[in-house]
């Protein structure tokens, strides 16, 4: 069964920083590509990060420079460290997977709980 489990949200001032993990399970976590979204009040979701199951990255322009993922394939965990944090950052922030399986058939999309990040200024 697919497990996304993100922790790490919380509240920050304006400028700080935070951690987010999401802890994997049920699927070969190292041969696939793993994204982060948010979601404010009233906002669309939206793509934040994604790392490739080589590594390569890709984020959204409003967090570029300040926001970076990464993975270790050993502990099944995604990270997300959000450096230089600004108010309009706040929102839930979700895990997410669309899992293939070794042969390359498609298993699903699959999501976390989401995790609430709250910047104030």
């Known amino acids: 069964q697919v497990r996304l489990v993100e922790s790490g949200g919380g509240l920050v001032q304006a400028g700080g920083s935070l951690r987010l993990s999401c802890a994997a399970s049920?699927?070969?976590?190292?041969?696939?590509?793993m994204n982060w979204y948010r979601q404010a009040p009233g906002k669309q979701r939206e793509l934040v990060a994604r790392?490739?199951?080589?590594?390569?990255?890709n984020y959204a322009d409003s967090v570029k420079g300040r926001f970076t993922i990464s993975r270790d394939n050993a502990k099944n965990t995604v990270y997300l460290q959000m450096n230089s944090l600004k108010p309009e950052d706040t929102a839930v922030y979700y895990c997410?997977?669309?899992?293939?399986?070794?042969?390359?058939?498609?298993?699903?999309?699959?999501w976390g709980q989401g995790t609430q990040v709250t910047v104030s200024s």
């Open positions: 790392i490739t199951s080589g590594g390569s990255t």
């Open positions: 049920g699927f070969i976590f190292s041969i696939n590509h």
């Open positions: 997410n997977a669309v899992v293939y399986s070794s042969s390359g058939g498609y298993l699903g999309n699959y």
